[in-house]
Nanobody, 119 residues
Framework: QVQLVESGGGLVQAGGSLRLSCATN????????MAWYRQAPGKQRESVAI???????NYADSVKGRFTISRDNDKYTVSLQMNSLKPEDTAVYYC?????????????WGQGTQVTVSS
């Protein structure tokens, strides 16, 4: 059973930085994309950043130039470095990955980690 486990959330002042990490466990054959999503209160979950298996990255316009996604293909982990944080970045952040294990291809989600940015 594959699991994604996030860590690194917390409370930070506007302009500060946080680094989120997502570790995987379980029998993994292939990790395709790895990504971060977020969901603010009363809003839909939205994509923040994605890192493909071939090293390409893509970011939401709202975080470009401030957030950096990185993945370690040997350790099956993904991180999100968040700089110049704004109060509007406050949300629960979720790790997401498309993983093939035992020949089955599916999407996995972490449990979420709270990020709160105070003004």
């Amino acid at each position: 059973q594959v699991q994604l486990v996030e860590s690194g959330g917390g409370l930070v002042q506007a302009g500060g930085s946080l680094r989120l990490s997502c570790a995987t466990n379980g029998g993994i054959s292939i990790i395709h994309h790895m990504a971060w999503y977020r969901q603010a209160p009363g809003k839909q979950r939205e994509s923040v950043a994605i890192a493909t298996a071939d090293g390409k990255t893509n970011y939401a316009d709202s975080v470009k130039g401030r957030f950096t996604i990185s993945r370690d293909n040997d350790k099956y982990t993904v991180s999100l470095q968040m700089n110049s944080l704004k109060p509007e970045d406050t949300a629960v952040y979720y790790c997401n990955a498309r993983i093939t294990t035992l020949g089955v291809d599916r999407i996995y989600w972490g449990q979420g980690t709270q990020v709160t940015v105070s003004s």
